[in-house]
């Protein structure tokens, strides 16, 4: 556990701090592992070292801030995180950051590289295979993608990196989630809790990925102001989703007609990716399933693209490759 004061003496303190101290404390919100104290024209930090750099060079950006505009306002705390954590623009942006005796030294990242979005604790979040590289080219060229293939493959993990980035970029106003809770079926009455902790194990995997690239706090404020939304299939209905990057996940457990109902709320400046796995199907009867009909009728339209995942594409344990294989009938190696 280390410990560090930091001593404002060139900015009045109330310009940092703001009214109430909410500014430092939205910082401060940042970092929940790391104690905070402003005091005076003083910052008392207790927590671990790379947090108090962490912290520290987070506070020299928004002073730096500071000296270019009138005042600071919250979106300006948040917009550090947004550029530095996990953002990543059309134009090279800051990857690490590092203090020197010199000030921020800063390294960056090229456009053109693998690199999708920069998630938390400094992980790269990249294309990192073939069909994951192909499903970023695509979506430059296209306003809907299916990605299809197994388990494993980062479909819906890539697909919700260029969404976090979209959303950066201000390219779309918001990021809708949605998969079918298929599992619960006709159960879900059954099941304890509201209907919010009736589903969150269904969507469970989509919040493990937006948590794996955007900081809790800033999460939890996007998710209460509807700015990311994570919701059942169900709920798509009678919607026009526009300035929307929206994702269906699990696809292969939806009918045909669910599949048309999504698909017909694209309104203006909506981006869709359609994620799902043909040998997955879930429903009772899995001849119900309508994402391969759905593809096969729409295959060819402009602006819609089709990439087939396949087993060279798994990014989990080694493991996994063997597993699918073998539950394919293809002999072990």
Same mark, same amino acid.
């Given at each position: 556990?280390?410990?560090?004061?930091? %001593?404002?003496? %060139?900015?009045?303190?109330?310009?940092?701090?703001?009214?109430?101290?909410?500014?430092?404390?939205?910082?401060?919100?940042?970092?929940?592992?790391?104690?905070? /104290?402003?005091?005076?024209?003083?910052?008392?930090?207790? @927590?671990?070292?790379?947090?108090?750099?962490?912290?520290?060079?987070?506070?020299?950006? #928004?002073?730096?801030?500071?000296?270019?505009?009138?005042?600071?306002?919250?979106?300006?705390?948040?917009?550090?995180?947004?550029?530095?954590?996990?953002?990543?623009?059309?134009?090279?942006?800051?990857?690490?950051?590092?203090?020197?005796?010199?000030?921020?030294?800063?390294?960056?990242?090229?456009?053109?590289?693998?690199?999708?979005?920069?998630?938390?604790?400094?992980?790269? /979040?990249?294309?990192?295979?073939?069909?994951?590289? $192909?499903?970023?080219?695509?979506?430059?060229?296209?306003?809907?993608?299916?990605?299809?293939?197994?388990? @494993?493959?980062?479909?819906?993990?890539?697909?919700?990196?260029?969404?976090?980035?979209?959303? $950066?970029?201000?390219?779309?106003?918001?990021?809708?989630?949605?998969?079918?809770?298929?599992?619960?079926?006709?159960?879900?009455?059954?099941?304890?809790?509201?209907? $919010?902790?009736?589903?969150?194990?269904?969507?469970?995997?989509?919040?493990?990925?937006?948590?794996?690239?955007?900081?809790?706090?800033?999460?939890?404020?996007?998710?209460?102001?509807?700015?990311?939304?994570?919701?059942?299939?169900?709920?798509?209905?009678?919607?026009?989703?526009?300035?929307?990057? /929206?994702?269906?996940?699990?696809?292969?457990?939806?009918? #045909?007609?669910?599949?048309?109902?999504?698909?017909?709320?694209?309104?203006?400046?909506?981006?869709?990716?359609?994620?799902?796995?043909?040998?997955?199907?879930?429903?009772?009867?899995?001849?119900?399933?309508?994402?391969?009909?759905?593809?096969?009728?729409?295959?060819?339209?402009?602006?819609?693209?089709?990439?087939?995942?396949?087993?060279?594409?798994?990014?989990?344990?080694?493991?996994?490759? $063997?597993?699918?294989?073998?539950? %394919?009938? %293809?002999?072990?190696?």
């Amino acid at each position: 556990m280390a410990e560090k004061k930091i %001593e404002l003496t %060139e900015i009045d303190p109330v310009e940092i701090f703001g009214v109430n101290d909410k500014l430092i404390n939205r910082l401060a919100n940042y970092f929940p592992k790391l104690k905070v /104290v402003p005091r005076g024209n003083t910052i008392s930090l207790k @927590g671990s070292s790379k947090d108090i750099t962490s912290f520290q060079t987070n506070l020299n950006l #928004l002073i730096a801030k500071r000296g270019k505009k009138r005042s600071l306002n919250l979106d300006d705390v948040d917009q550090l995180f947004e550029e530095i954590e996990y953002g990543m623009g059309s134009s090279p942006v800051l990857n690490t950051l590092e203090m020197t005796e010199d000030g921020l030294k800063g390294g960056f990242a090229d456009e053109k590289s693998d690199i999708i979005v920069f998630g938390n604790d400094g992980k790269i /979040v990249r294309a990192r295979t073939k069909n994951q590289k $192909k499903l970023v080219e695509e979506y430059y060229k296209n306003d809907l993608i299916f990605a299809l293939g197994p388990a @494993g493959t980062g479909k819906t993990y890539t697909a919700i990196a260029l969404a976090v980035r979209a959303l $950066k970029n201000r390219e779309v106003k918001k990021l809708i989630l949605t998969r079918p809770a298929v599992e619960a079926g006709e159960r879900l009455g059954f099941l304890p809790g509201d209907l $919010k902790d009736k589903l969150d194990p269904y969507l469970q995997p989509l919040y493990d990925a937006l948590m794996d690239m955007i900081p809790p706090q800033k999460l939890k404020i996007l998710m209460e102001d509807g700015t990311i939304q994570i919701a059942p299939l169900a709920y798509m209905r009678g919607r026009t989703l526009e300035s929307a990057f /929206v994702i269906l996940d699990e696809a292969q457990n939806t009918s #045909l007609g669910q599949l048309k109902m999504f698909l017909t709320r694209m309104g203006n400046n909506a981006k869709f990716i359609v994620t799902g796995d043909a040998t997955q199907i879930d429903l009772p009867n899995k001849s119900d399933s309508g994402l391969a009909k759905g593809v096969a009728m729409l295959k060819g339209l402009k602006g819609i693209s089709v990439i087939n995942f396949n087993k060279e594409d798994i990014v989990r344990h080694p493991l996994v490759s $063997k597993i699918v294989k073998v539950f %394919e009938g %293809e002999p072990e190696e």
